[in-house]
């Protein structure tokens, strides 16, 4: 494996070489190896050199603007070590899962893009970072995490399912199942709350109207991610 960097600080992670739209994010303490060589072109401008890198936790390919490469440690000896808990281990932590997520609701927050640490977080972005915080790794996207979990049918619903919406083909958001039919979630300001609420299945407010048209299905976490890299 080519040689793995540990971020000092959070990294935003964007979704081109042109900087432009934010994919991603890289929390301080993550791993990254790149894509590209890591040297450049001295001739280039370093505002125009992006890097192209992968992170290893959740294998997200991204670039990072050039003057992130000073918040990247190198790391000699042992990496990333990928994480392996059996499903009873991970019911365990649900709660604790979830109390991150009522915690982040609680701090003033909007939707963002790509978000994936505080304040602000995407609707798969606020996932991945609450199992995270009790020591496991989801893959970063709705559609991804909804292909990873393992599928549950919307009448065997437990607290900490993870709710699927979306269109025919593909899942385009994610909340968690608190019970009684009840999610929390980041959505959008359009049809949604602009930030992380609790919404219903079968509630009848906008957000929840909106959500409840789209719904595709459930999925519980019984494994950790890896990707195929690692």
């Not at 790509?114 to 996932?127: A, E, I, Q, R």
């Not at 970063?140 to 990873?148: I, L, M």
């Not at 049918?153 to 979306?166: C, K, S």
């Amino acid at each position: 494996m080519a040689m793995q960097y540990r971020s000092i600080t959070d990294i935003n992670i964007y979704d081109s070489p042109q900087l432009e739209r934010l994919a991603t994010q890289m929390a301080a303490g993550r791993y990254l190896v790149f894509r590209e060589p890591e040297t450049q072109d001295e001739s280039q401008s370093p505002d125009r050199s992006p890097k192209q890198i992968a992170l290893l936790e959740d294998g997200y390919e991204g670039f990072i603007h050039n003057e992130d490469l000073t918040n990247l440690q190198a790391i000699a000896g042992t990496g990333y070590i990928p994480q392996f808990l059996t499903p009873t281990e991970i019911s365990a932590k649900i709660d604790d899962a979830i109390a991150y997520m009522q915690r982040a609701m609680q701090h003033p927050n909007q939707y963002l893009w790509g978000g994936t640490v505080p304040p602000d977080f995407d609707c798969s972005g606020l996932m991945q970072a609450a199992f995270v915080s009790v020591g496991i790794w989801l893959p970063r996207d709705a559609y991804q995490q909804e292909a990873f979990l393992e599928p549950i049918a919307l009448e065997n619903l437990q607290r900490g399912d993870f709710i699927f919406f979306g269109n025919p083909t593909k899942a385009t958001h994610v909340g968690m199942h608190l019970g009684e039919g009840q999610y929390i979630h980041s959505s959008g300001q359009e049809h949604g709350h602009n930030g992380i609420a609790i919404s219903s299945l079968s509630g009848s407010d906008r957000a929840s109207l909106w959500y409840a048209a789209q719904l595709r299905g459930a999925g519980r976490v019984t494994q950790c991610y890896s990707p195929k890299f690692c």
